[in-house]
């Protein structure tokens, strides 16, 4: 079974039940990480600008200090390093490598930083039409198309690298991922394993193996596996989101919570993390908790429609429906303003804002909310149905129109 990573599972094994409040261990672990926040975000600030590469330093230096922002986790910092360096040397293969890569670990540690995959596929499409030759620009390209959705395009340039040079670590990755996200998930482990076997690469080639242990269902592996890459690389908050992912699949509550909050304590306003903590509290019955994770969520990114949704699921969870349909109803609508094409709209925005509605006797918002989904699925197929007979949902005699 594949592991869907754009959010996460809720029906999985528990390893324990829980009562009403979280254990002992993880209210420790909270009041450590929330001290830690605030120390953790100057330092970070502080060791940012200690590190910024001053005007007028070698190119080498720069790379150098690229290298260090990413290992500290300091993607956008490791990000600007490397675009400095190819303003002046476009052809820099080491600059292109940093970039690409730190874009494409950005992308996946927040809500809103998927363009981060296009502008990788961008820099690194232009240095391969630059330098056809070099090996490792075609790797990194390989790289950089998977993780931008071609992994057909992306295992044929990994395997013109392999050819020439089979030990070539971060090509056999990218083949590697390349198989997994088409699905030969029996490949992708092999190739992966033999990644983590070459020398260079070792975090990408292990973070590579957990995601083909994770695809073919080996989650206590893929678990293990991350907390590998985790200790090569501790600030790189993708691998966080991925751990969590992993023990949640084998009912470990605590290791996903903890996980999280280490992403807390790297990235203090992290949003993604706030809708995690959301769904994780909200099938563990911590009200209050998801609650307010979820009020956080839609306050630091108010045009995010994952946060509306989530928001509105726990007030119609809670029984509280008026509120409830607000928030569904904010979905809806920035899903509309944001030209989401019809067939990939979040249908529950639309269906649990009417079943609000109807709950509460509102006629009016249930027939305008269905009539909208009606115009807006009339000629887009679309998996969910609602449908009520002509004379209108019950309780409500107005004919539809």
Not at 95 to 124: E, G, N
């Amino acid at each position: 079974m594949r592991v869907q990573r754009h959010h996460s599972r809720l029906s999985f094994r528990r390893r324990r039940r829980r009562s009403g409040c979280l254990p002992s261990v993880i209210l420790l672990g909270v009041l450590v990480g929330v001290g830690a926040l605030s120390w953790n975000w100057l330092q970070t600030r502080l060791t940012t600008a200690l590190n910024a590469s001053p005007i007028g330093t070698s190119t080498s230096e720069r790379i150098a200090a690229a290298i260090q922002a990413f290992d500290r986790g300091d993607l956008t910092n490791s990000i600007a390093l490397s675009r400095q360096v190819l303003s002046e040397q476009p052809d820099s293969p080491e600059a292109v490598m940093l970039l690409a890569r730190a874009l494409i670990y950005r992308s996946y540690s927040d809500y809103h930083r998927a363009f981060d995959r296009q502008s990788a596929l961008d820099a690194t499409s232009d240095a391969a039409r630059r330098s056809p030759n070099n090996l490792n620009i075609l790797a990194i390209h390989a790289f950089t198309l998977n993780a931008a959705g071609n992994p057909a395009g992306a295992a044929e340039t990994a395997a013109r690298v392999l050819e020439r040079q089979p030990e070539h670590a971060l090509a056999r990755t990218a083949l590697a991922l390349a198989y997994g996200s088409a699905g030969s998930y029996e490949i992708a482990l092999r190739e992966s394993q033999r990644a983590v076997q070459t020398d260079g690469w070792t975090m990408d080639a292990l973070r590579a193996l957990a995601i083909s242990y994770s695809d073919l269902g080996d989650y206590p592996s893929a678990l293990a596996t991350v907390e590998r890459a985790i200790g090569i690389n501790p600030q790189l908050t993708p691998l966080y989101f991925e751990k969590a992912l992993y023990a949640l699949q084998i009912g470990d509550v605590d290791a996903a919570t903890q996980a999280y909050y280490q992403v807390l304590t790297v990235d203090p306003v992290n949003v993604k993390v706030r809708l995690r903590l959301c769904e994780l509290s909200s099938m563990m019955r911590e009200r209050d908790a998801a609650l307010s994770y979820c009020q956080e969520v839609t306050q630091l990114a108010p045009s995010w429609t994952d946060g509306w949704y989530q928001l509105g699921r726990e007030y119609f969870l809670q029984g509280n429906f008026l509120a409830a349909q607000n928030g569904f109803h904010r979905c809806s609508t920035l899903q509309v303003m944001q030209g989401v094409p019809a067939s990939e709209r979040r249908f529950e925005c639309w269906y649990l804002q009417g079943q609000a509605a109807e709950i509460l006797g509102d006629c009016d918002s249930l027939l305008a909310t269905y009539n909208e989904y009606r115009a807006m699925t009339a000629n887009v197929d679309v998996p969910q149905t609602w449908t009520y007979p002509p004379e209108g949902p019950p309780g409500c005699v107005t004919e539809l129109n």
